[in-house]
């Protein structure tokens, strides 16, 4: 983990984000954090969509599919992108430098520290 990391983890653990989602298994899963986002609701994670699928094709490792990495994005559009929790949900998004697709008109593209992301799941509020 770096010390980036470790910087968002405790931006996360902090008091005054109380309410805030984060996925687990944390201990996979904190290391696919890239930012914190401030919403009206709150403060909520930003996940890197890429390092999510590497991270559950990882995990998978009883699976006999010969191709784990659809699988696991498969996992990750269904359970995390997919996935409503409420006002502080977690935002997944993709770097703007990975894009493949071209980003339309109404795009929700986020700056962080590290770059510009597009956010996959706009549920609310962003």
């Not at 969509?49 to 991270?55: K, W």
């Not at 990495?69 to 935002?91: H, K, S």
Request: negative net charge; contains cysteine; proline residues 5%.
């Amino acid at each position: 983990m770096t010390e980036m990391d470790q910087d968002l983890i405790d931006i996360l653990e902090d008091p005054r984000l109380n309410g805030a989602c984060v996925y687990e298994p944390r201990d996979r899963l904190d290391s696919c954090i890239v930012g914190v986002y401030k919403r009206p609701s709150g403060c909520v994670a930003v996940y890197d969509y890429d390092l999510l699928v590497t991270t559950n094709a990882a995990m998978m490792d009883d699976n006999t599919s010969e191709d784990l990495m659809c699988d696991a994005q498969e996992w990750v559009d269904f359970n995390t992108v997919g996935a409503y929790l409420g006002p502080r949900t977690p935002i997944v998004a993709i770097a703007l430098e990975n894009c493949v697709d071209a980003i339309d008109e109404g795009e929700h593209i986020i700056n962080l520290e590290d770059g510009d992301y597009v956010v996959l799941n706009p549920f609310n509020d962003i």
